[in-house]
């Protein structure tokens, strides 16, 4: 299985809301990752989980928070979010050992902050 | 100073062309090299990835690195309208001396291809 998966494909939240994406994955990767992508740019690090820690925070604001229960799901909440952050929210997972450790992106959220 | 840029596009190709994508990055320390396809609405799919000076070929694709030149390519032959996407080049940096790093992704680059 070389898959990531995502839910919702689609979210439209108001600023005073409070929802969840959700990011799974089974094979067997110990570092996943959150991103953030605006039209017509690239994607933007967010956060690095590796064996279920947190170890890169790219100083995102609070109103998100990550969460890895389990070396398989990732969740990032979100809390009073600003129109600003619609975005397509995109999830990833690698292996943490070797060189190379490729990243193999999920589909993604596509947010809507009303 | 961007950490990767990419050659500015968009980049429109007859089919059965070749289409050439470069790609220059900044850390000399850059260790891994990437290339992602995305297709409009959808998430980045990896096609090519590099970590020895020289050429990787895979099918259709080729990819070409010159770490002193701090330089990385992608071509891709006998280009078909499927090809039409935006291809971004992604450089793998270790983080805090961890070995899964972290990818600067280039700005993209948009090719289309024409009957």
């Known amino acids: 299985d070389t898959e990531v998966t995502q839910t919702p494909k689609h979210l439209v939240m108001g600023m005073t809301n409070k929802k969840s994406l959700k990011c799974e994955q089974h094979?067997?990767?110990?570092?996943m990752y959150w991103y953030k992508q605006k039209a017509k740019k690239p994607p933007e690090l967010m956060f690095v989980?590796?064996?279920?820690?947190?170890?890169i925070n790219e100083s995102v604001p609070s109103r998100f928070s990550p969460e890895c229960p389990n070396s398989s799901l990732l969740n990032l909440h979100l809390h009073a979010l600003q129109p600003e952050d619609s975005a397509l929210y995109l999830c990833a997972s690698s292996q943490t050992s070797g060189s190379l450790n490729e990243q193999f992106f999920g589909p993604g959220t596509r947010l809507t902050v009303l | 100073q961007k950490e990767v840029e990419q050659n500015s596009g968009p980049l429109s190709v007859p089919e059965g062309a070749i289409a050439s994508l470069n790609c220059t990055y900044s850390?000399?320390?850059?260790?891994?090299f990437f290339w992602y396809r995305q297709y409009s609405g959808k998430s980045p799919e990896l096609i090519m990835f590099i970590y020895s000076n020289g050429d990787k070929e895979d099918g259709r694709f080729t990819a070409q690195l010159n770490k002193a030149s701090q330089y990385v390519s992608l071509l891709i032959r006998d280009s078909q309208p499927s090809d039409s996407a935006t291809y971004l080049c992604?450089?793998?940096?270790?983080?805090?001396?961890?070995?899964?790093?972290?990818?600067?992704f280039g700005q993209g680059t948009i090719l289309t291809v024409h009957p």
């Open positions: 094979m067997g990767h110990r570092a």
């Open positions: 992604a450089v793998k940096n270790n983080a805090g001396g961890t070995s899964y790093g972290k990818l600067t």
């Open positions: 989980y590796s064996y279920e820690k947190l170890s």
């Open positions: 850390d000399r320390g850059s260790q891994s």
